[in-house]
């Protein structure tokens, strides 16, 4: 059975919860240690945040293309002229 480069099939998957864990109590340990940080680090989650909403709708409004419904045009079965979606027919 070939696994990779991951040996066991879980190689090095726990470094990153243990990396995670090192960098939350660094932070823990700055934030007490220095408290005036911890306005820092909200206003940078704040910032960081509202860039990716921005660019996150910029990219929408980019991709996304709106069509009228009342200017599609459909079939009844059996009919092959097309009917407006206006109401008359």
Not at 24 to 44: C, E, H, Q, R, T
Not at 57 to 82: A, E, F, K, L
């Amino acid at each position: 059975m070939l696994v990779g480069w991951m040996g066991n099939g879980l190689g090095r998957f726990w470094l990153g919860p243990v990396l995670l864990g090192v960098v939350l109590i660094a932070m823990g340990v700055v934030l007490y240690v220095w408290p005036d940080v911890l306005a820092y680090v909200v206003a940078g989650v704040f910032i960081i945040g509202g860039i990716s909403l921005i660019g996150s709708g910029w990219r929408m409004r980019q991709q996304v293309t709106y069509r009228r419904m009342d200017d599609r045009q459909w079939y009844v079965d059996g009919d092959d002229s097309p009917r407006s979606g206006r109401g008359s027919g």
